[in-house]
């Protein structure tokens, strides 16, 4: 496995920055000094409190050996502290079928307020991209501030999330009555059993990642809080299935109502191996006493519960978004990854203002798998389904979220053969929702 964090700058990034005074560089994240004005300049960069020594631990912990990148202006009044920030991983992304594949995660992507709109974000990206497909990775990935960022770096959105209020008083759970059991355990005792489950409950999830320890400690609420963050602690359920395994666990906090109570339950994560643990981890949620509303946030955008309660519109969709943004690489390695719904021939010719997957694909899927390669100017089949769109559109159909007739009504794609987008649908329908369920 290659040492991302070793990997020097992108040379085209370098130069470009070198060129308006700037140094592109990656910090030593054994180099307490500077990871830690690299943590505050990216703060700076989201507005958000500077964290207490506590928390900036836990977060210099975390970096572990992520490729921790900065750009630094010598001409700056500190110039020690970088004027722009990246870090990147590699995490495993479920998809259609569920096998994963290693992404690049990109976060942190800040610039200095002093420093904006010069450019510095586009050689941060476009570098980051070009140093992970020369690395052989196969697709980028980010969770975003605002939707009007990354298009031109060739990601779309992917996969979703919702966000839910239940109304309790109204919502009378009528599912499955389960055979196994609840038990109250620590959130910290799930630190070790919790991932087994969601391993399993993922791979009908494409879209889901592979959270990592820090991410683990988040939702868990075993991590340092921001000062901000006044809300009590978590806690925590199992569901053991009638022959004792673990099958699914929930953890929540509660918070008071403005009298105290009744008050709501805030779901941090509520996973399911099985329809029975989903049934079961919502049965405990919604008849929980001194409750009068269960938020559940970063949900599927479609959830079960809405047809267990006796009153479906309890079950309230207070938001609905996009949530993670792919950028693929290597087009031949994520098509041939994920699995697909009907067989089909296509010719895709990709228009990458990047330069990274531009060109024409073939793509043969054959009972649910697929094989693709670059095709030569004019060697499509005759008998292909033909259709040209971009390295963005062609992210935003990766997972099946997004249907290609969509994105062809909408000017987007364009068909070369009759019904193309219709029958790029048929083959990339995928039965399950793409959903992500973390920030990363
Ligand atoms: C978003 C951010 C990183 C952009 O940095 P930047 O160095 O000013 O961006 P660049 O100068 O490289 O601009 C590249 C392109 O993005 C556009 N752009 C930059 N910021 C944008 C924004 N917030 N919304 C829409 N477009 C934006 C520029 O207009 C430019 O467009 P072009 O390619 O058509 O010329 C910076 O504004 C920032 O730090 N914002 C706060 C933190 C944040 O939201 N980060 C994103 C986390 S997901």
Avoid: C
């Amino acid at each position: 496995m290659t040492d991302f964090s070793a990997v020097p700058p992108d040379p085209e990034s370098t130069r470009f920055l070198a060129g308006a005074g700037l140094e592109l560089g990656l910090i030593d994240n054994a180099d307490t000094a500077a990871a830690r004005r690299w943590l505050l300049a990216e703060t700076q960069g989201f507005h958000d409190r500077v964290p207490n020594d506590e928390r900036i631990t836990a977060l210099l912990d975390s970096f572990g050996d992520d490729r921790v990148t900065g750009v630094w202006d010598p001409s700056a009044a500190d110039p020690a502290s970088p004027v722009a920030t990246v870090r990147t991983w590699v995490m495993d992304l479920t998809v259609p079928g569920g096998d994963v594949l290693p992404a690049w995660a990109i976060s942190s992507v800040t610039v200095a307020p002093t420093h904006r709109r010069r450019g510095i974000a586009r050689a941060l990206l476009g570098g980051e991209l070009r140093t992970a497909q020369r690395a052989g990775l196969p697709i980028a990935m980010l969770t975003v501030s605002e939707a009007t960022i990354y298009a031109r770096y060739g990601f779309a959105p992917s996969a979703y999330r919702a966000d839910y209020s239940i109304d309790t008083a109204r919502a009378r759970f009528l599912g499955p009555v389960p055979a196994g059991r609840v038990h109250l355990v620590t959130p910290a005792s799930l630190l070790s059993e919790a991932p087994g489950v969601f391993a399993r409950a993922r791979q009908t999830s494409p879209g889901e990642v592979d959270r990592r320890d820090d991410l683990w400690r988040k939702i868990l609420g075993l991590f340092p809080p921001d000062e901000e963050d006044t809300n009590p602690a978590m806690r925590a359920v199992r569901y053991d299935d009638e022959s004792g395994r673990l099958q699914g666990y929930a953890v929540y906090r509660f918070v008071h109502g403005p009298g105290g109570y009744p008050g709501r339950l805030e779901i941090s994560d509520l996973v399911a191996a099985t329809d029975e643990a989903s049934a079961a981890l919502w049965r405990y949620v919604l008849e929980m006493d001194l409750v009068n509303e269960v938020r559940a946030p970063l949900r599927r955008t479609r959830e079960t519960v809405s047809w267990q309660v006796s009153d479906y519109r309890s079950v309230r969709k207070t938001d609905e978004r996009d949530h993670l943004w792919l950028r693929i690489l290597d087009l031949p390695a994520a098509l041939e990854r994920r699995t697909y719904a009907a067989d089909g021939t296509f010719a895709l010719t990709v228009d990458d203002p990047l330069g990274l997957i531009g060109g024409t694909y073939l793509l043969a899927v054959r009972d649910g798998r697929a094989s693709a390669h670059p095709l030569p100017p004019g060697a499509a089949p005759t008998d292909a389904i033909r259709l040209s769109l971009s390295a963005a559109d062609l992210a935003a159909l990766y997972l099946g979220a997004t249907g290609a007739q969509a994105l062809a009504a909408a000017g987007r794609i364009t068909e070369g053969t009759t019904d193309a987008a219709a029958r790029l649908d048929n083959t990339f329908h995928s039965p399950y929702a793409p959903w992500l369920s973390t920030w990363f």
